[in-house]
């Protein structure tokens, strides 16, 4: 059943509001999350940064405590990190005093043609449905023409997702297939399908170029690597 708009709003806006709780009463900001780069993500930064322009410009969408930014500036190119999350943002200028940080929501990015590159590392599954176009557009709109996109997609077994998005559907809450909540943290998730994905950034004028799943976590998750550049202009 469709849920009624108004009462999905609410809830996605109080989802919303408990994620930007969750992230920004975080105390483990800790040593483990700084060394705990995947070597995949790695590749994938280090890819995306060789296609850029040297002297280049990266906007770090969804920054955490900045562990990529070392990367960037390493690479000769400069970024700015933004974040919805005060204590992240506070914990990436402690390591990184030099490079600048704002505070913005993914989808109240406000940037028009600055970036080279735009990276977005496992932050994704925060967004609701409705919400993924309007954070594409805000990437696209943030990027030069020719600029490249890197996202990653948090992955989880169907069956794991489905049984927990029929929690939600059996309290009555106003979700919609993908969508779960984990607990004992209360942090909302959606998982789209990865079709969906890749028809919302070729919507917004992005061609894919590596598209890459895994490798799977013995905990029972993976991401999804997407590599893209844009083919329109910012
Ligand atoms: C798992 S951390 C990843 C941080 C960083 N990209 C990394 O890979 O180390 C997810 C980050 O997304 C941020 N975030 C989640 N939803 C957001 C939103 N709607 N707007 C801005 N930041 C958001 C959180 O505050 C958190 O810093």
Known sequence: MTPDPQTRAAWLAEMSRQDELEDSALTGVNAWYWEAVQPEHQAFVERFLERLPHGGAVLDAACGPGRYFDLVLVSGR??????????????AKDRHPEVK????????????????????VDAMEMVPPEEWPLVVERFRQALRPGGWLYLTVELVPPEEISELNKRLLDQALPAVAGEVIWEPE?????????DQVRAWLGDAGFEIIEDVEGPWHEQGYAYHHLLARLTVPG
């Open 101 to 120: 940080t704002e505070r913005h929501k993914l989808a109240a990015l406000p940037y028009r043609a600055q970036f080279d590159g735009v990276m977005c």
């Open 186 to 194: 209360g942090y909302y998730h959606y998982y789209p399908p990865l």
């Open 78 to 91: 400069s970024v700015l990190g933004v974040d919805h999350s005060e204590i992240y943002l506070a914990a």
